[in-house]
């Protein structure tokens, strides 16, 4: 039975299966999870550890020896997402509050904006840019898990974010940093856990959601994978002109992380005021997972057609 290979067909499945069947346990059966021991500590109560093992493990996985284009490159598209994600999230929630617009609030905004799918950057930069596009990830993955979001709220004053709590988050990715860049053997080693560790986290993040809340995010979850893709990839496509011309591969950016699903629930550690707004930030980022994941490629894909258009056309004139 090939329960992995049929998971992973799903756009972001080894993320939004666990975290989906957590759900459906904890609408319909929430006393399950409850009987303690093992089974409420894996299944209930584990998802802030295990996501910070999980950043440890991706901070592993950036090379220090990373230099040149690539470490430029990944800086131009780091800081792309992150000041799409702030300005938005930082506009929205002054002008609307917490509360947000049209069902999108502050905390999903920016958690999925600020977030890309570092998997999927590196297959289309594999497939439309060059080496040094795919080596760019070794810089745009430290977007990986809540720091840039709790930056973001931070500085836009959306939160209270105490500066200790900022630092607590990066501990583990320096950490990991360290450790991989001290030892190749231990990088290759922990870089086992940037895909086993997701499901075991997505879980008790599901668990921690009831199925109401989940149909709840609909149009709003729909609405904020299509911004994600929008946005953040010709965003991204539009800085690639800063590294000599624009570039499809840079909209490969507009994506959503499975991982990002754990940041609203991440941030409310540092800010509880912000509670009120994890459950339905949550089942929105997931379902941004889901459309960025579909759409993204799409994007990408036209615009390398579009690049080649243009330079044949450069060529014969």
Not at 241 to 255: D, E, M, N, P, Q
Request: proline share 5%.
């Amino acid at each position: 039975m090939k329960i992995l290979k049929n998971v992973q067909k799903v756009p972001g499945g080894l993320m939004v299966i666990p975290l989906l069947l957590g759900a459906t346990i904890n609408t319909l059966f929430p006393q399950i999870l409850n009987i303690g021991g093992f089974t409420t500590a894996l299944f209930k109560q584990s998802a802030t550890a295990l996501i910070a093992l999980f950043v440890l493990c991706n901070g592993a996985q950036i090379d220090i020896k990373q230099a040149g284009k690539p470490l430029y490159k990944g800086i131009i598209l780091t800081l792309t997402k992150f000041v799409i994600g702030a300005f938005i999230g930082w506009f929205i929630g002054k002008t609307f509050g917490h509360a947000g617009i049209l069902g999108l609030t502050p905390l999903a905004l920016v958690a999925a904006i600020t977030n890309s799918n570092g998997g999927l950057y590196a297959a289309l930069a594999g497939q439309y840019g060059d080496s040094t596009d795919v080596g760019a990830i070794s810089i745009l993955s430290l977007n990986d898990g809540p720091f840039f979001t709790m930056l973001a709220f931070g500085i836009s004053g959306l939160a209270n974010i105490p500066f200790i709590a900022l630092i607590a988050v990066l501990i583990p990715i320096l950490i990991g940093f360290v450790l991989g860049n001290l030892d190749e053997d231990m990088r290759k080693f922990l870089a086992n856990g940037q895909s086993l560790l997701i499901p075991f986290f997505a879980f008790p993040l599901g668990a921690a959601l009831d199925f109401r809340t989940i149909l709840k995010a609909g149009l709003p979850g729909l609405m904020l994978g299509v911004i994600v893709v929008i946005i953040t990839g010709f965003g991204g496509y539009f800085s690639t002109a800063l590294f000599g011309k624009k570039r499809a591969v840079g909209a490969a950016i507009g994506t959503t992380a499975g991982n990002a699903v754990g940041t609203p629930a991440a941030l409310a550690l540092a800010d509880p005021s912000l509670n009120p707004y994890v459950a339905i930030a949550t089942a929105q980022i997931a379902a941004a997972v889901i459309v960025t994941a579909i759409l993204c490629p799409l994007l990408v894909s036209y615009l390398d057609k579009i690049d080649k258009r243009r330079e044949k056309v450069e060529v014969s004139a």
